[in-house]
């Protein structure tokens, strides 16, 4: 069977990226990965992918004269790659419209909250933690979606829960989703690229 291939795009820690490389490498994932987009030059998943060899390519909107122009070059590294699947991985900025109309049922990402619950602009990281435990939720969790041009908004392809105890800080409650996500997003790449 050919080898699919993966673009990940991911703006922060990349923590999620790793998980999704260290399926690549013990096989577990059956796909490479053909690049690392990111529109922040500091993102740490930068230095991970440089350091293992993944092509890497900074682009940002606010390096291009109009958001037309950021478009077209993030094109251009899709078509290079020919991606069976586009993963977000925390990447902050929208997909544009004619991204998402190339690439239909190919984009998925993964949001720290059982969504619809706290999903939106604005709702990402600790904001969500806070809320989930200012709002005293008992449970709270992370879900794969597939992306549309509404943030956070595509179809739940999947959802992991975890408990929310009473001595929860935004902190241990957001360690204790990220672990899930870890194991959460390797899992669904995975179902969907044998589907
Ligand atoms: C994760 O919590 C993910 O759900 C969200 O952004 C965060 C990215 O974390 N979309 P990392 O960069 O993968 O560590």
């Known amino acids: 069977m050919k080898k699919k291939r993966l673009t990940v795009f991911a703006s922060g820690s990349g923590s999620n990226f790793k998980a999704l490389h260290q399926a690549v490498l013990e096989n577990e994932i059956p796909a490479s990965i053909t690049a690392l987009i990111s ?3 500091k993102a740490k998943a930068i230095e991970y ?3 293992c060899g993944i092509s890497t390519y900074i682009l940002s909107p606010k390096d291009f004269s109009e958001e037309a122009a950021w478009c077209k070059s ?3 590294v899709l078509a290079d790659g020919i991606p069976d699947l586009i993963v977000l991985a925390g990447f902050l900025k929208k997909i544009p419209e004619p991204i998402l109309s190339q690439y239909p049922k190919k984009i998925i990402n993964i949001h720290p909250s059982l969504l619809p619950k706290y999903g939106g602009k604005g709702w990402y990281g600790k904001h969500v933690h806070r809320a989930v ?3 005293r939720d008992s449970e709270s969790g992370c879900t794969v979606h597939w992306v549309n041009n509404i943030y956070d908004g595509g179809p739940v392809i999947a959802q992991k829960r975890v ?3 009473p001595d929860d800080t935004p902190e241990s409650l957001a360690e204790r ?5 870890h194991r959460l997003y390797p899992k669904v790449v995975k179902e969907l690229l044998l589907k």
């Open 163 to 165: 408990p929310v105890y």
């Open 39 to 41: 529109d922040n030059p």
């Open 49 to 51: 992918a440089k350091y």
């Open 74 to 76: 993030l094109e251009a």
């Open 177 to 181: 989703v990220l672990r899930e996500e």
């Open 133 to 135: 435990i200012q709002n």
